[in-house]
């Protein structure tokens, strides 16, 4: 679990980027009510990030007066016996102080009053407008409370704080590498699992189940995203989560799951033959995939941008898709009509952290990102063959996709996900390994 040390750092390098005469509010997510029954909470990650207070209708306020002088305030639900006897125990004022370290924390039904007062006299209000509705009005009031009031003074100016807080939450810290490392590692042992446990005849959400199984059994509750099962041409709907149907001898099945573990994704995806072998059309597809996505983890270092990567990517599946007649024609002109979208239409990763597609600015297409030290991302290449391309017929309805998590290290990259499989001998080896497979068949 992140420290209440690293909370206080994470706060305070929060308000060395504030203006003086400011403050800041990062709302918790509300409760999710409908007919009585709570829907599973999810955090807000901002706040989470800054907090670790699992619990709604929760606001932490920053107030920085200048570079010596200022306050971190929670307001969260005051404890409550007839509450507690039905959802369990709410942590309260007094604990809420000790375990986040705020200076004070205050209660959420005094909210509309004691906000006021704090933000009286401050110029600079830094608020994510249009997250919750109900946020949004309390500022709104807020300000209007302070505009109408004989003795008060509203800020003069509202500013997004996301670009701030995201740019802080792109670099992780060691507390969250060695979370972000288990999440991968308990994905991994999901994804085994998976491969252990195919076989012909089984259904998409029969497969679904041993991953969650998996997550759960190590105490990772949530999942990152659904989970997309995808066998056969199943595996070409890039968000394919129906997991509906039965997992044919013969066909690839296209696993992308990933759990959340205290908080942090984990986005691992690897395509293998349900039967245990891969044809010869599937391993040359499955190959090129393979291919690009180690010449993707050579490449990907700090000063390098991922565009530079995707590109060469690029390069790499073309050569060999002509080399197989799946596209026709000249490689690099091939390139610049962008004739291998209809194969490969996503980008090459993404941000991983408290979001599975995690915050961070990826700069502009010209202006592409530069890779730094400690910033976590997915690398992902993929192939898939549509069953009505213009393609031979043994190669339509085939899909891949291999997807690795990494972090950027002081030289290159160190992948936390190796220790699920991905070479074609590795994957058939284990697959052959599979327990009492003839009963099941
Ligand atoms: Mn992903």
């Given amino acids: 679990m992140i420290s209440t040390t690293v909370l206080q ?26 007919k009585q029954n709570e829907y599973h909470f999810c955090q807000n990650k901002d706040f989470w990030y800054f907090t670790c207070f699992d619990e709604p209708n929760a606001l932490l306020v920053l107030i920085k007066q200048d570079e010596f002088n200022n306050q971190q305030i929670l307001f969260n639900k005051p404890k409550d016996c007839n509450t507690e006897i039905w959802v369990g125990p709410c942590l309260g004022q007094n604990l809420a102080k000790i375990r986040i370290g705020v200076d004070y924390a205050l209660s959420w039904d005094n909210i509309d009053k004691d906000l006021s007062k704090l933000l009286n006299n401050i110029k600079i209000l830094y608020h994510a407008w249009n997250e919750y509705i ?27 704080w996301r670009p701030l807080v995201h740019e802080m939450r792109l670099f992780k810290e060691p507390e969250e590498i060695k979370l972000l490392r288990t999440s991968c590692k308990i994905t991994s042992l999901a994804h085994t699992r998976a491969m252990k446990s195919c076989y012909p005849g089984m259904f998409e959400y029969q497969l679904e189940g041993e991953i969650h199984h998996e997550f759960n059994y190590h105490g990772a509750r949530q999942l990152a995203y659904n989970t997309i099962i995808g066998s056969g041409y199943n595996a070409c709907i890039l968000h394919y989560t129906k997991n509906k149907d039965k997992m044919r001898d013969g066909d690839l099945v296209l696993v992308d799951a990933g759990c959340s573990f205290k908080g942090y994704a984990s986005d691992i995806t690897r395509t293998f033959p349900i039967n245990g072998k891969f044809s010869k059309q599937q ?26 990567v995707n590109h060469h990517v690029i390069n790499i599946m073309v050569k060999h898709l002509v080399q197989l007649r799946l596209l026709k024609g000249i490689p690099n002109k091939l390139i610049s009509e962008g004739a291998y979208l209809q194969f490969f239409m996503h ?65 290159g990259n160190e992948c936390f996900t190796d220790s699920v499989v991905k070479e074609i001998d590795q994957i058939e080896f284990l697959m052959a390994s599979r327990k009492n497979l003839k009963n099941v068949l």
Avoid: Q
């Avoid at 060395?16 to 005469?21: A, F, I, L, N, Y």
């Avoid at 109900?134 to 997004?160: H, M, Q, W, Y």
């Avoid at 592409?368 to 030290?373: A, F, S």
């Fill in 134 to 160: 109900e946020a949004d009005k309390l500022v709104f009031n807020t300000l209007r409370c302070l505009r109408n009031g004989v003795d008060s003074t509203p800020p003069n100016t509202i500013i997004d």
């Fill in 9 to 34: 750092y994470r706060r305070k390098t929060l308000l060395s980027k504030m203006t003086s005469c400011s403050a800041i509010l990062i709302f918790a997510s509300p409760e999710n009510i409908m």
């Fill in 347 to 411: 980008n090459l990763g993404h941000w991983l952290g408290l979001d599975v597609h995690d915050v961070g600015s990826y700069g502009t297409s010209i202006n592409n990102r530069i890779l730094k030290p400690n910033m976590v991302l997915t690398v992902e290449p993929g192939l898939y063959i549509s069953k009505d391309a213009d393609v031979p017929i043994e190669y339509r309805g085939i899909g891949v996709r291999i997807e690795d998590n990494i972090i950027i290290t002081k030289n």
């Fill in 283 to 308: 391993r040359e597809i499955y190959n090129i995939v393979l291919t690009s996505l180690k010449c993707a983890l050579l490449m990907l270092k700090p000063e390098i941008n991922i565009n530079e």
